[in-house]
């Protein structure tokens, strides 16, 4: 029922560009490049490297850096050596293999590069990775499981996960992260040819926990992948994703969902580079925040390249401000180089509870609090219910109910 009536009272003017129209900044598919630009407005390329000394010393004023609490995470950015492990437990359908790799594997060398001088950190630091092996044309009635769980250890765990998607294979993944540590990893997605993946990555961790992750997605031709985030734990949690197109036709959506307390910081930060022709890529992520000092951020970036002709591209990102104290961030970025696309756009939007959703539930003998509870759980029931796993769906939406019972007795 709560669907259904987000659904009927959305504001979200998604269908007007589907048919043709142009809304929350959304950019018309015959627009034309401007004139050239001069050197100086020209974007500067991205630093990626797997040394960390490549990138600056990060100090909290760099763009990248700005909206994240430095402080908080420096106990990972002085990157110290560390032996540390998380618990792992895993469930792994008839094919799917699991390897040590060491750091000279062959592998390691073909996998998406680190963005930032954390992630440089980990791959570095967790010297090899634990690869998944789905083998090509498998298809996987059940999802793989992957539990990791920190024990309180006050060292930093270093870790680095490559999933390896054969051609044409069709698959689940699920990631689940619970109690406490101090983590910083890699997680690498390389997507075969004519495959078909989603990803899932549940943060649940413990209020004292810490987690920076980069996961790069690399898609290949005419293949699909899905990458969800679900952040609900944590002290301060910042994951940053990137998707580059090993050739045309891939498809990438990319879903989230966070709900972030008092003094929580949830963060997220995306980048899609669109250098492949005829390729598609769709942003959704929804937040809500409660509570004195929950802070928020959302970034996300998109590229689209001159080779990248016949692209299709969109982005949105919506945040519920539950209390006044919150703070949301949301950033949207959209970088065209060629004018022969699809589409192009975005949508960014923050606030409190729309008045008149409350009214048209009230008006029917819903009592306000209630009438809120639901508005709250239509809101999310959108991501939630395109998981794919029952029974974690069913465990999601169990604890937003538990976080807006926090909300009620606040």
């Given at each position: 029922?709560?669907?259904?009536?987000?659904?009927?009272?959305?504001?979200?003017?998604?269908?007007?560009?589907?048919?043709?129209?142009?809304?929350?900044g959304s950019i018309a598919a015959n627009v034309k490049p401007s004139t050239p630009r001069s050197p100086a407005d020209v974007r500067p390329e991205r630093i990626v490297s797997r040394d960390p000394e490549a990138f600056p010393a990060v100090t909290g004023r760099e763009e990248e850096w700005r909206f994240t609490p430095v402080d908080r995470i420096r106990v990972l950015l002085e990157?110290?050596?560390?032996?540390?492990?998380?618990?792992?437990?895993?469930?792994?359908?008839?094919?799917v293999t699991l390897r040590e790799a060491a750091a000279d594997d062959p592998l390691l060398a073909t996998v998406p590069v680190p963005v930032?001088?954390?992630?440089?950190?980990?791959?570095t630091r967790a010297d090899g990775a634990v690869v998944i092996t789905i083998p090509a044309a498998a298809e996987l009635a059940e999802p793989v499981l992957v539990d990791l769980r920190g024990s309180g250890d006050e060292e930093v765990v270093w870790g680095h996960v490559?999933?390896?998607?054969?051609?044409?294979?069709?698959?689940?993944?699920?990631?689940?992260?619970?109690?406490?540590?101090?983590?910083?990893?890699?997680?690498?997605?390389?997507?075969?040819?004519?495959?078909?993946?989603?990803?899932?990555?549940?943060?649940?961790?413990?209020?004292?926990?810490?987690?920076?992750?980069?996961?790069?997605?690399?898609?290949?031709?005419?293949?699909?992948?899905?990458?969800?985030?679900?952040?609900?734990?944590?002290?301060?949690?910042?994951?940053?994703?990137?998707?580059?197109?090993?050739?045309?036709?891939?498809d990438?959506?990319?879903?989230?969902?966070?709900?972030?307390?008092?003094?929580?910081?949830?963060?997220?930060?995306?980048?899609?580079?669109?250098?492949?022709?005829?390729?598609?890529?769709?942003?959704t992520y929804k937040g809500a925040l409660q509570g004195d000092s929950a802070r928020t951020v959302w970034v996300g970036d998109v590229l689209i390249r001159a080779e990248a002709t016949g692209t299709d591209t969109y982005e949105l990102n919506r945040n519920l401000l539950?209390?006044?104290?919150?703070?949301?961030?949301?950033?949207?970025?959209?970088?065209?180089?060629?004018?022969?696309?699809?589409?192009?756009?975005?949508?960014?939007?923050?606030?409190?509870?729309?008045?008149?959703?409350?009214?048209?539930?009230?008006?029917?003998?819903?009592?306000?609090?209630?009438?809120?509870?639901?508005?709250?759980?239509?809101?999310?029931?959108?991501?939630?219910?395109?998981?794919?796993?029952?029974?974690?769906e069913e465990r999601l939406l169990a604890a937003v109910e538990a976080e807006l019972e926090r909300t009620a007795n606040t």
């Open positions: 029922m709560a669907s259904s009536i987000a659904d009927a009272l959305s504001t979200e003017r998604t269908a007007l560009r589907e048919q043709g129209g142009v809304t929350d990157g110290a050596p560390s032996q540390a492990h998380l618990q792992w437990k895993t469930e792994l359908p008839d094919g930032d001088r954390l992630s440089a950190l980990a791959m490559v999933l390896d998607i054969g051609a044409h294979a069709k698959a689940t993944v699920v990631f689940e992260h619970a109690g406490d540590a101090r983590y910083a990893a890699c997680v690498s997605v390389l997507v075969g040819d004519g495959a078909n993946v989603d990803v899932v990555s549940v943060q649940e961790w413990d209020r004292t926990a810490v987690h920076a992750q980069h996961t790069g997605i690399r898609v290949g031709r005419d293949a699909k992948v899905r990458g969800i985030d679900v952040t609900l734990g944590g002290d301060v949690v910042r994951l940053v994703k990137t998707v580059e197109y090993a050739g045309p036709g891939g990438a959506e990319l879903l989230g969902l966070y709900f972030a307390d008092a003094a929580q910081h949830l963060e997220h930060r995306l980048f899609i580079d669109h250098a492949a022709p005829n390729c598609r890529s769709r942003v539950l209390t006044p104290e919150a703070r949301a961030d949301s950033v949207p970025n959209l970088e065209i180089e060629t004018g022969e696309i699809l589409g192009a756009g975005h949508a960014s939007a923050t606030g409190r509870f729309d008045d008149e959703q409350l009214f048209y539930l009230q008006a029917r003998g819903i009592a306000a609090d209630e009438a809120r509870r639901m508005v709250v759980r239509g809101f999310f029931a959108d991501v939630i219910n395109r998981i794919g796993v029952d029974a974690l």
